[in-house]
Nanobody, 125 residues
Framework: QLQVVESGGGLVQPGGSLRLSCAASGFTFNSYIIGWFRQAPGKEREGVSCISIISGITNYADSVKGRFTISRDSTKNTVYLQMNSLKPEDTAVYYC??????????????????WGQGTQVTVSS
């Protein structure tokens, strides 16, 4: 069945880096957009970044521009989120999601149909 599975979260010090992975299966990868979202305790879910698999066009929230990079490896049906210069305010559960769309991606949760279980990212000294 169609699913996306996140991995790569963990504890990192401020200024450090992590790379999250989103492995997709059960669907035609090129027909989808993949988004990364995060949710901190007591806060709403925030769209961090997204990528159109077929075009590679990306989109970032202002809060992560210049620090996070999203990429895809279509041979592995996997999307990555490279997170550099991490800050304590980046602490959250990070989710990846897949949406059936071949145009530009967006960071609105309603554009996505399939969600992973999330991976915890904690930035703390």
């Amino acid at each position: 069945q169609l699913q996306v599975v996140e991995s790569g979260g963990g504890l990192v010090q401020p200024g450090g880096s992590l790379r999250l992975s989103c492995a997709a299966s059960g669907f035609t990868f090129n027909s989808y957009i993949i988004g990364w979202f995060r949710q901190a305790p007591g806060k709403e879910r925030e769209g961090v970044s997204c990528i159109s698999i077929i075009s590679g066009i990306t989109n970032y929230a202002d809060s992560v521009k210049g620090r996070f990079t999203i990429s895809r490896d279509s041979t592995k049906n996997t999307v990555y989120l490279q997170m550099n210069s991490l800050k304590p305010e980046d602490t959250a559960v990070y989710y990846c999601a897949a949406g059936l769309r071949v145009g530009l991606c967006g960071r609105t949760p309603t554009q996505y149909n399939y969600w992973g279980q999330g991976t915890q990212v904690t930035v703390s000294s």
